[in-house]
């Protein structure tokens, strides 16, 4: 693989695992978030600052999970207190929030030029790739393994009606918690990833576009989908790529989608599969 | 002197976004749907203001017409948009408005060009006194125009038919059915008036700074999404009462922690303040 | 026989409506009560406020001896309560022997990070189809929800809330919907479970089968308790008799 293939496997890696963390909290969990880009932010900004401190890499992408999922945690408790449309906006806020206070952090974080010169993780570009395939290896599987275990079965019912969810005993509140833990930390995960290989970081990096671009990912995929997240985040992060006359139509043409997946096609690229292996089945049994 | 004109610049701001903000609330009162391409509308009102303004060289012209254009398509909106995925879980129309909405402001960039547009001959510039500061005639337009409208729509929904019907179809849009209101007229009117609405804030805006661009619609929508959760959803009086209250925060606001926060984030971080104490907002809806 | 439950001074009122004023009662271990009273009279609402789905003004509510007013909803349920809705609530994203196997393993699920820990749903799916096979409605067992009959999602309502393995189960008109065949049926179980030992409260509009099954009766009109005692001494009694005659000749006048 040359240089370029190499970078960009490394950027659907790590908006792979961007994606399967927002699908855990608003796939799995039924919970709106507007907002997912701020913990992507708190990723890479924790990381920036200790990689530059000298601390080492494994260590800083660690830092940074446990930051995002930290924030996350309390992110998620302002969603105990709100209604289901309160809570997207709510989210919205803390996105503009965490936007606003580090525009304003000069001399900490770099205000709006950001960080620069973040050291690099040490593997070189291929060890670097093979680094973030391993890690969307695991945060696949262990969304994968939430999908099937019992926590994802409570995940289901706060879900589809949290309410009723309570009345079979579901601590409501709790789960909630705890779908914002873990993907928000999978966002600073994905934050911590993308330090290192931009080595160079921008507030505007993570603002409104960058969350609404991975709901986007997360949505033509087909919401609560692994598969369908990783086919939806994949297609989305290649399409401008290997159509570069359409990258200055890119903002055009993901908008475009969101919408029309929306309106024609709810369930996404995992829904349509479904349906199409249905038809299939349907025409393969009668003769 | 310093706080009442930052009071008073408050207050233009907050009737602006008030304008504003009714619109989106009236959609959320009733289909309970974000309406987030709203900003594409405020921004679209824009233009076309300031296009029939420049080729006609009348403002008086301009604003109206773009108000219905927008209206207009608005209802067309509704019908293509919304109408068809009413059944679906909520975030999926939240998800398609927001996709409409960035779709039609790259298309304001690809059409019109991403440094915007301005005004040949900009009206309601001049500078008037008004209790010992300093304002233009657009800001007290700004506040006229927003009591005014509001003032009106109040007098539709409290003292008319149509008004009636409207909340009417808010509370139970089956038993207005069954009482032989037409529950899509009362939806189109909704749309229609809400995107006017949108329309002439945008207009306003662009009278404010001189100056049409693409991504105008954002930053005030975003602001109006945090309104009308704090003047509790589908409440129209609470959403002008929240937007005159925000537009003195932010007032105020930037000149206290702007070190801390940019201004647009203060409306945020009111918002999620004002939320962990109140859950329902500062006036819930009954 | 100790008390069970025992509801005191409850009042509840949403806006201008005084749904519930000062309605207390007790219910004994082993028991089986009937909440009845013309419409609107706030049998629901009084099993919400039991259950914690609502938050009354005023309320003190014992489980076993145990103050729980001040609880959220599924603190209730770990401490045996269970409900059934008036109007059906499954979950629409499940299958019907998927939304008894969750409640079945309400032990599993009761602690958020040992949930994690388990990925097998067998044990807890037969056991299921078990409590759906109690309440006639097992052929419909791997079925999505959508387009079940009424009669169906009724019983998925009281074969969920059995699955909690409850002290006290609350049930909202589950025999409304039914046909006679299905409800007699179910009427039975309901009452075989009770003989078991399952402390029932339970809200129906068809007296014929609440003076059939019902120990006790607790009669609420307009928010307010108006008569409790054996269903005969009960039903003879003329404000009694005048609350239900007195709906229905307003209804007809209307």
């Known amino acids: 693989m040359g240089i370029y293939e190499l970078s960009l496997a490394t950027v659907v890696g790590i908006n792979i695992i961007l994606a399967v963390g927002l699908n855990l909290i608003t796939g799995f969990c039924g919970q709106i978030s507007l907002g997912h880009a701020a913990f992507y932010g708190i990723g890479a900004y924790t990381a920036a600052l200790m990689a530059k401190a000298g601390m080492p890499g494994p260590v800083n992408l660690v830092a940074a999970m446990v930051m995002a999922g930290a924030v996350g945690v309390l992110v998620g408790m302002t969603s105990l207190r709100v209604r289901e449309d309160f809570l ?18 000069e001399s900490l974080l770099g205000g709006e030029l950001g960080i620069s010169s973040i050291p690099s993780f040490g593997l070189g570009k291929m060890g670097f790739f093979v680094l973030s395939l391993v890690l969307v290896v695991l945060a696949v599987a262990f969304s ?4 099937r275990s019992w926590m994802g079965f409570a995940f289901e019912a706060v879900a589809d009606d ?13 789960y909630k918690l705890a779908a914002f833990a873990l993907g928000t930390a999978l966002a600073g995960l994905a934050g911590g990833l993308y330090c290192y290989f931009a080595r160079f970081i921008v507030p505007d990096d993570f603002g409104f576009i960058t969350s609404i671009s991975v709901l986007s990912m997360v949505a033509v995929g087909g919401i609560g989908s692994v598969f369908g997240v990783i086919v939806g985040t994949a297609l989305l992060t290649l399409i401008p790529e290997f159509f570069r006359f359409i990258s200055d139509y890119k ?37 | 002197m310093l706080y009442f004109e930052l009071l008073i610049q408050g207050l233009i701001y907050g009737s602006m976004y008030a304008i504003i903000a009714v619109g989106l609330t009236l959609v959320y009162g009733l289909l309970r749907i974000l309406h987030v391409a709203h900003a594409g509308l405020f921004a679209l009102g824009g233009y076309m203001g300031l296009l029939i303004t420049n080729s006609t060289g009348s403002l008086i012209l301009g604003m109206p017409l773009a108000a219905a254009i927008v209206g207009v398509v608005g209802m067309a909106i509704y019908r293509l ?9 909520p975030y999926v129309a939240l998800i398609a408005s927001i996709g409409l909405f960035i779709a039609m402001e790259e298309m304001f960039r690809l059409i019109f060009g991403p440094f915007g547009l301005t005004y040949t001959d900009a009206p309601l510039q001049s500078v008037v006194q008004f209790a010992g500061i300093y304002l233009r005639a657009v800001d007290l337009a700004i506040v006229a125009g927003s009591v005014s409208l509001l003032g009106v729509l109040s007098w539709l929904s409290q003292k008319t038919r149509i008004g009636l019907a409207w909340r009417a179809t808010v509370d139970d849009p089956q038993i207005a ?18 995107s006017a609405l949108a329309a002439v804030a945008g207009v306003f805006i662009s009278l404010l700074s001189n100056l049409v661009e693409p991504t105008m619609g954002g930053v005030p929508s975003y602001k109006a999404l945090a309104i009308i959760v704090l003047g509790g959803l589908g409440n129209v009086a609470g959403t002008l009462i929240a937007s005159l209250v925000l537009g003195v925060v932010e007032a105020f606001g930037t000149i206290y922690i702007g070190d801390i926060l940019d201004r647009d984030a203060i409306a945020f971080a009111f918002l999620i303040l004002v939320l962990m104490i109140r859950p329902e907002g500062l006036f819930a809806r009954r | 026989m100790s008390e069970l439950l025992t509801v005191q001074d409850v009042t509840m009122h949403f806006g201008g409506v005084h749904a519930l004023t000062d309605v207390s009662f007790e219910v004994q271990d082993g028991e089986f009560l009937c909440l009845i009273g013309p419409n609107g009279a706030g049998k629901t609402t009084m099993l919400k406020a039991i259950v914690g789905a609502i938050r009354p003004q005023k309320a003190r509510i014992q489980l ?47 602690r958020v990070w040992t949930a994690l820990g388990g990925l097998d749903r067998n044990k807890e799916r037969a056991e299921a189809l078990k409590l759906l096979e109690m309440v006639d409605i097992h052929t419909y067992a791997d079925q999505a929800v959508t387009g079940q009959p009424l009669g169906v999602l009724k019983r998925l309502e009281v074969a969920r809330a059995l699955a909690l393995q409850p002290r006290l189960l609350l049930l909202d008109e589950p025999l409304a919907g039914l046909n006679h065949v299905e409800a007699a049926h179910l009427a039975d179980t309901i009452v075989r479970i009770n003989r078991e030992g399952l402390t029932i409260v339970m809200i129906e509009h068809n007296l014929g089968e609440v003076l059939r099954v019902g120990h006790r009766l607790v009669v609420l009109d307009n928010g307010r308790k108006i008569a409790e005692g054996l269903p005969r001494d009960v039903m003879q009694r003329p404000n009694v008799r005048a609350a239900y005659v007195g709906k229905e000749a307003n209804d007809a006048a209307a």
Do not use: W
């Not at chain 2, 059915?177 to 529950?183: D, H, K, L």
């Not at chain 3, 770990?78 to 409900?83: D, Q, V, Y």
């Open chain 1, 88 to 105: 997207a906006i709510t989210t919205m806020g803390v996105g503009f929030l965490f936007l606003g206070i580090v525009r304003q952090q």
């Open chain 1, 144 to 147: 994968l393994y939430i999908k």
């Open chain 1, 162 to 174: 949290e309410d009723t969810a309570r009345v079979i005993s579901v601590d409501v509140p709790a």
């Open chain 1, 251 to 287: 903002l055009l043409v993901y908008g475009a989608l969101l919408f029309g997946v929306m309106r024609f096609a709810p369930d996404g690229l995992a829904g349509l599969t479904a349906l199409a292996f249905k038809r299939l089945q349907r025409k393969g049994g009668a003769v």
């Open chain 2, 81 to 89: 948009c919304y109408q068809p995925i009413l059944d679906q879980p």
């Open chain 2, 177 to 194: 059915e069954s009482f032989g209101i037409s529950v899509l007229n009362v939806r189109y009117l909704n749309f229609f008036i809400g």
């Open chain 3, 64 to 110: 076993a001896g145990r103050e729980i007013s001040g609880l959220p909803t599924h603190r209730r349920i770990h401490l045996g309560l269970a409900l059934t809705h008036q109007i059906v609530r499954p979950f629409r994203s499940m299958t019907l022997k998927d939304n008894v196997a969750l409640a079945v393993g309400h032990r599993r699920i009761r």
